[in-house]
Nanobody, 122 residues
Framework: VQLQASGGGLVQAGGSLRLSCEAS????????MGWYRQAPGKQRELVAA????????DYGDSVKGRFTISRENAKNTVYLQMNSLKPEDTAVYYC????????????????WGNGTLVTVSS
């Protein structure tokens, strides 16, 4: 499956952005989906994950209460609504799909699509 993330940009602290990730080449509704990010000099980390039907969601501690993940299976798209952005949210954001829900934080991916850069100015 091919994954294309978009929606990043430059925003001031306190602002909002909505990221989108469109999948192609697979059966999207069968995939657990996750948003991940990697800041300069840091390891990639899970930002948010959503189950196949959307009933389960998981967030990284640093974004809880500020970010919301959602999906539209009919459009093969997963979204990340980011509010109250902080400079420490600056990173390249990627989407991916772990083999199952339990592996959303630990799966070692061999493929990453093109991420989208989010820059939050103070």
């Amino acid at each position: 499956v091919q994954l294309q993330a978009s929606g990043g940009g430059l925003v001031q602290a306190g602002g909002s952005l909505r990221l989108s990730c469109e999948a192609s080449g697979g059966i999207f509704r069968n995939y657990v989906m996750g948003w991940y990010r990697q800041a300069p000099g840091k390891q990639r980390e899970l930002v948010a994950a959503i189950s196949t039907g959307g009933s389960m969601k998981d967030y990284g501690d640093s974004v809880k209460g500020r970010f919301t993940i959602s999906r539209e299976n009919a459009k093969n798209t997963v979204y990340l609504q980011m509010n109250s952005l902080k400079p420490e949210d600056t990173a390249v954001y990627y989407c991916n799909h772990p083999p199952n829900w339990l592996l959303r934080r630990t799966f070692e991916y061999t493929y990453w699509g093109n991420g989208t850069l989010v820059t939050v100015s103070s």
